[in-house]
């Protein structure tokens, strides 16, 4: 029996597919999916309601880690773009011709400032899962350029999740039954003020960029 992803939503997606963007917010529900933004080939979104908090071996709310799952529709381009590399690596094309998508699964790294795309599944038009990938490459956000569509995309994701900390940590605890120590609620403090932490990081670097140029 062929696995089944996101029920519920498919319809919405593809309706999306074929209907200008400013029509979107008609088409999927904000209370589920994210709208990020939407190039010649593809539409990204992420899922709200599924965003969570890691934990660690001894399940503890890990705030260094965030799990988010996300969503990418195709136009027929992007489609036939996936077909052709999946026969030219003579990959199996069972249900392929049905192809309208992608779910993601992303784990970001807070402390070291980067994101791993821990499954990737294609996804035909019933939202069902045609094939499924791991991977456990990380790569540093900070690297990727401000035009950089998947860059883009990450940031959206991290600025949302900045601005609803606190549901997040309810989420995680009630949901994944993870426990919160004084260790991590003082973390969860810290991650509430991403603007004074960055803006605090920027001093301290532009202070050692004047002790270098003294030095020189």
Avoid: C
């Avoid at 074929?18 to 979107?24: E, T, V």
């Avoid at 790294?109 to 990380?138: N, P, Y």
């Avoid at 790569?139 to 601005?163: H, P, R």
């Avoid at 606190?166 to 969860?188: F, G, L, P, Q, S």
Wanted: cysteine-free; glycine content about 4%; proline content about 2%.
């Amino acid at each position: 029996m062929k696995m089944r992803w996101g029920a519920g939503i498919l319809a919405a997606a593809m309706l999306f597919m074929a209907q200008p963007q400013a029509q979107a917010d008609e088409v999927i529900s904000p209370d589920i999916y994210q709208w990020v933004q939407s190039t010649s080939r593809q539409n990204y979104f992420f899922n709200k309601q599924h965003m969570y908090f890691g934990q660690d071996s001894k399940g503890i709310l890990d705030a260094n880690i965030m799990l988010v799952p996300v969503l990418k529709t195709y136009d027929s381009v992007q489609i036939q773009d996936v077909q052709a590399k999946r026969r030219w690596k003579m990959l199996p094309m069972e249900g392929y011709e049905a192809l309208v998508g992608t779910a993601e699964y992303l784990r970001f790294d807070l402390a070291q400032g980067t994101v791993t795309v821990i499954k990737h599944e294609d996804l035909d038009e019933d939202w069902g899962v045609l094939s499924v990938t791991t991977s456990d490459k990380a790569v540093k956000i900070a690297d990727l350029s401000e035009k950089d569509v998947d860059g883009v995309f990450y940031k959206a994701i991290l600025k949302y999740a900045y601005a609803h900390i606190d549901e997040m940590v309810e989420r995680t605890e009630k949901n994944k039954r993870a426990k919160v120590n004084d260790a991590v609620k003082k973390k969860i403090a810290e991650l509430k003020k991403p603007a004074e932490k960055q803006a605090a990081q920027e001093s301290k670097d532009s202070k050692k960029d004047n002790k270098k140029k003294k030095a020189d």
